[in-house]
């Protein structure tokens, strides 16, 4: 599996097969993409997304728990880890 990583229009950290099924996470639960987010979208290291991941807080305010945190990060499901909290 391989992570992504885009800030514009909203921030993302997504985990996916390939760049073409980040691009199709990322537009269905952040933004429509107006054809440059290809160009906006960067592969990021599994340690840089875990990092990312494990010290962001969640929607209740709390960080993810390592267990979620390393369960999401070593399953086999293409998945938006983070997205922008101004979209929540």
């Known amino acids: 599996m391989k992570f992504f990583e885009v800030s514009n229009p909203y921030y993302a950290l997504i985990k996916?097969?390939?760049k073409e099924k980040a691009i199709e996470?990322?537009?269905k639960d952040s933004a429509d993409?107006?054809?440059d987010l290809a160009n906006e979208l960067t592969e990021v290291g599994a340690l840089?997304?875990?990092m990312r991941y494990g010290r962001a807080p969640g929607e209740d305010k709390n960080l993810v728990p390592l267990k979620e945190v390393?369960?999401?990060?070593?399953?086999?499901?293409e998945m938006v880890l983070l997205?922008?909290?101004?979209?929540?």
Do not use: I, Q
């Open 16 to 18: 996916a097969s390939t």
């Open 33 to 35: 993409d107006e054809g």
């Open 70 to 77: 390393l369960k999401d990060m070593t399953n086999d499901e």
């Open 83 to 88: 997205t922008d909290g101004d979209l929540l």
């Open 25 to 27: 996470l990322y537009t």
């Open 48 to 50: 840089y997304a875990a």
